[in-house]
């Protein structure tokens, strides 16, 4: 599993943070930071998780 994230996108509504803080963070201005591209087990649930509930839908999950 890789994650993406596309800043221009992003509107900085930090439910992915929320959702999967170990594979997302913001920056000062909200945008967000994917700390892991490709998370292990126990946070791939969350990160999907994330991407789901993204209003914007900035956050990618690909297979792999």
Same mark, same amino acid.
């Given at each position: 599993? +890789? *994650?993406?994230?596309?800043?221009?996108?992003? *509107?900085?509504?930090? +439910?992915? =943070? /929320? @959702?999967?803080?170990?594979?997302?963070? +913001?920056?000062?201005?909200?945008? %967000? %930071? =994917? /700390?892991?591209?490709?998370?292990?087990?126990?946070?791939?649930?969350?990160?999907?998780?994330?991407?789901?509930?993204?209003? =914007?839908?900035? *956050? @990618?999950? @690909?297979?792999?």
């Amino acid at each position: 599993m +890789q *994650i993406a994230a596309d800043d221009d996108k992003c *509107i900085g509504a930090g +439910q992915c =943070v /929320l @959702t999967a803080p170990h594979v997302f963070d +913001q920056r000062d201005d909200g945008v %967000v %930071v =994917v /700390l892991d591209e490709f998370p292990a087990e126990p946070d791939r649930v969350a990160a999907r998780a994330a991407a789901a509930g993204c209003p =914007v839908a900035a *956050i @990618t999950v @690909t297979a792999g």
